[in-house]
């Protein structure tokens, strides 16, 4: 008798050569290109150059400073957005009357592309750091505002009540209760929020700054310099791949106690 | 004198101070979720009292407000009409004498089996640690001893249920209210918890309000039966003592002659209710 077959995916040495692979076909692919003159080493760049470049720029240290300026504005970014989020999550969650007034203005400004804001913050607070986190701030705040929010509107109300019979005062519901499960949406939430953070600071750097990644990006192409822009993005990726390996890391910290592959811990309602 | 003064003399006169748990002409009046101002009159006219160390079981069909009657119990709701006291003072909040056992997983997910147990305890003003360290035995008493560190998702539904049971004993209550507890759970497993349940209840005898479907548990367990009409506005209208002797074993209690006849005569007031409740189920 014949099992059933589950297709299986290999393994993951596999996968991650494969992974690999892409990445070098890639590189490959763009060297050939470039090197036949298919396409324009001029516009193109070449991924030799721009390896060359980034190898460079991180062998003089040059680059350290400005990834060291959009790591503080992307952090601070993270933390005021993230603390002003959960606080106001918090104050509209537990007081209908003020949602339900400030419902359509919340929107309203959620909805406004925060880009345009840029030039405003950079006028009030100048070129350095403080308006890059203010954008990078609109972006997070709103993310970690609607989670918490929706955290504390859902909390079980079999779990609440339960709580409750167990002796809870307020304080304790707040911080047996409620707490842990807005940050339980938030830290789901960290990905996006963390990525906002950045995209605040870069966009922010780019409209106008003396340093940072998003500067040096700005820099390059104010003169053509297509090797420094690829070096730039190269720099920008490998930075926000660390910072995400960082945020999983303390995501699986911080929610062990969650179901690895549901997202619900109710399995018989 | 007033009438309600004299009302509650009478009441104290009667003994209103030995019942751990008193109903009294409780009536509970909902919106209806239809929103135009029709009502939904879950439970009406309801008077019940639990002596100290008395379990008592109700039971009625599905829709019939049993978990309503338990919720003004445990002060979680405030009666429309009626009052509870517990130890002859009224409910006003939540009841302090009170325990209550879920139907619903009621744990916090994000405690592990050990914290949630310790909960109460901490809520209580005990330490941290020292709340820990009283949960253990009782982790031990339900039969969890090398789970404490577990979440809540890596338990079973039994096990689940036991430690929701040593989180609700482990504060005390004089009055533990438990709404179908172990309706979610398999036969074989639903009997041991059972049993364990009747050990830890006649080692420290509390008054226990046991709320099911199921009139077998409720015969097996309990020294009293409360049968409650088919809903809406559901009353109580039948009282049945259980004479059986005690320590019982939940499984083979059942099949003695006495336990027969109980279940037939309960039964037979219970069936009609029953097939009212259904009656009405598929109406709407």
């Not at chain 2, 005990?126 to 253990?136: D, I, L, M």
Request: aromatic letters at 10%; a neutral charge; charged letters at 20%.
């Amino acid at each position: 008798m014949a099992l059933a077959r589950v297709k299986r995916l290999p393994s993951r040495p596999v996968i991650l050569l494969l992974q690999v692979a892409v990445l070098v076909g890639f590189f490959l692919l763009w060297h050939v290109l470039t090197a036949t003159k298919i396409l324009s080493p001029f516009f193109f760049g070449t991924p030799l150059a721009v390896l060359e470049r980034t190898w460079s720029d991180f062998a003089s240290g040059v680059i350290w400073y400005h990834l060291g300026i959009t790591l503080l504005e992307t952090a601070l970014a993270f933390a005021i957005g993230t603390i002003a989020g959960i606080a106001f999550g918090f104050w509209f969650a537990r007081a209908p009357l003020v949602s339900i007034v400030f419902d359509p203005y919340i929107k309203a400004v959620n909805a406004l592309p925060r880009v345009v804001l840029a030039p405003i913050f950079a006028l009030w607070l100048g070129l350095g750091i403080w308006s890059k986190v203010a954008l990078g701030v609109t972006l997070v705040f709103f993310i970690v505002f609607f989670n918490v929010y929706q955290g504390v509107k859902e909390v079980s109300p079999v779990v609440l009540a339960n709580a409750k019979m167990l002796g809870a005062s307020n304080r304790h519901l707040f911080r047996h209760v409620y707490l842990p499960s807005a940050l339980s949406w938030v830290f789901s939430s960290l990905h996006t929020a963390v990525g906002f953070a950045m995209v605040g600071a870069v966009v922010g750097e780019y409209l106008g700054s003396a340093a940072g990644l998003g500067y040096r990006i700005h820099q390059a192409e104010g003169v053509f310099d297509t090797v420094g822009v690829f070096s730039g993005m190269l720099v920008l990726t490998i930075f926000v791949v660390v910072i995400d390996a960082v945020v999983t890391v303390i995501e699986k910290r911080l929610l062990h106690w969650r179901p690895q592959e549901a997202q619900t811990t109710n399995a018989q309602g | 004198m007033s009438d309600s003064a004299a009302v509650a003399a009478a009441l104290r006169t009667e003994g209103a101070d030995k019942a751990a748990l008193r109903l009294d002409g409780v009536t509970c009046t909902f919106p209806s979720p239809d929103g135009r101002g029709h009502t939904y009159t879950a439970v009406q006219g309801v008077t019940l009292s639990v002596a100290a160390g008395e379990f008592v079981s109700i039971v009625g069909p599905t829709g019939s407000g049993k978990s309503t009657i338990l919720n003004v119990a445990a002060g979680l709701l405030a009666p429309s009409a009626g009052r509870a006291l517990a130890f002859g003072q009224p409910v006003d909040g939540i009841n302090p004498h009170a325990g209550y056992m879920f139907q619903a997983d009621a744990l916090m997910p994000w405690k592990s089996a050990l914290e949630n147990v310790a909960a109460g305890l901490e809520f209580r003003g005990v330490p941290r640690r020292e709340a820990e360290e009283r949960a253990r035995p009782w982790l031990a008493r339900v039969g969890l001893d090398r789970f404490g560190d577990r979440y809540p998702h890596q338990l079973s539904g039994g096990m689940r249920k036991r430690v929701a049971l040593a989180q609700t004993l482990i504060v005390d209550p004089k009055i533990v209210l438990m709404d179908e507890p172990f309706s979610a759970l398999d036969i074989q497993t639903r009997q041991l918890m059972e049993n364990e349940l009747l050990d830890l209840w006649s080692a420290d005898r509390k008054s226990v309000v046991f709320i099911t479907h199921d009139l077998e548990e409720a015969i097996s367990m309990s020294d009293r039966v409360l049968v409650l009409s088919a809903g809406p506005g559901a009353r109580l209208i039948g009282e049945y003592r259980v004479d059986l002797e005690r320590p019982r074993d939940v499984a083979e209690i059942r099949m003695t002659p006495r336990f027969l006849d109980l279940h037939r005569e309960i039964w037979g007031q219970l069936r009609e209710e029953v097939l009212k409740g259904y009656a009405q189920t598929k109406l709407t």
